[in-house]
Nanobody, 126 residues
């Protein structure tokens, strides 16, 4: 069983930056592919970013490309989401997700992930 705990959310002005962290329990963090998703009020949860178990492959939603960066530190069992040039439309609860990797790429769909955190709120004011 893997437990994921997000942190780093908060209130920020448009144009600002935040770094989200997601700490995972377990001894096999290096075997996990990881992802970030977000859910805005009244909307479905959407894909934001994903990283392969090796860290060599990353994918992003079109809406965040060039502004967000996903990276991992296996020594700390942590995955990060660096967010810059934030916009009010980035306001959402952000969730991290993990799964045992079965190939060297990334996973973009929620249904592909087995483990989820409880989320952290990000609010971007205009």
């Amino acid at each position: 069983q893997v437990q994921l705990v997000e942190s780093g959310g908060g209130l920020v002005q448009a144009g600002g930056s935040l770094r989200l962290s997601c700490a995972a329990s377990g001894r096999t963090f290096g075997d996990y592919a990881l992802g970030w998703f977000r859910q805005a009020p009244g909307k479905e949860r959407d894909f934001v970013a994903a990283i392969s178990y090796s860290g060599n492959k990353r994918d992003y939603a079109e809406s965040v490309k060039g502004r967000f960066t996903i990276f991992r530190d296996d020594a700390k069992n942590t995955v990060y989401l660096q967010m810059t040039s934030l916009k009010p439309e980035d306001t959402a609860v952000y969730y991290c997700a993990a799964r045992n990797a079965r190939y060297s790429g990334t996973y973009l769909r929620q249904t592909e992930y087995a483990y989820w955190g409880l989320g952290t709120q990000v609010t971007v004011s205009s």
